[in-house]
């Protein structure tokens, strides 16, 4: 019976760090694209706001309604780089999680070589006893 990989546990927690590696790398980077597009929304409406054409109270709305989005604007940005900043140590943990799993599944495949090699092994070896026992077996009824 061929002996069962020895670190099978450890390489199958190795692939569940790596699915959660990737899983965080997928949240990081659309959690970006959400914040990147909210901000580009926010530039949008910066640009497009209108020009008052009026009263100083309609003035004084519109400048507030600017000094609000500017700031949500540079919130946004702060927030977009932490999404872009988590997404690379994101990606690093999957690389690094991934070369972890790279290694044991190298030496999952060599025992599994070295095991099939012994069972072909064993396999010859009782193959050539049979074959020896036939000969052995023809050589006594032909002398007798």
Known sequence: MAAPFSLAALL???????DSAAGEVSTARARA????????????????MMTPGGSAETLRWTAASRAASSSTLGD????ESEW???MVEARARLA???AQTIA?????????????KEALRE???????????GRDSRRGTLSS
């Open 12 to 18: 199958r927690l190795r692939r569940l760090q790596q």
């Open 76 to 79: 946004l940005s702060v927030l």
């Open 123 to 133: 396999e010859q070896g009782v193959l050539d006893e049979i074959s020896l026992a």
């Open 33 to 48: 694209a959400d914040v990147a597009s909210r901000r580009r929304y926010a530039e949008n409406s910066l640009a497009n």
């Open 96 to 98: 690094e999680s991934r």
């Open 104 to 116: 044991l599944e190298k030496l999952e495949e060599r025992h599994n070589d070295a095991e099939q």
């Open 84 to 86: 872009e900043r988590r």
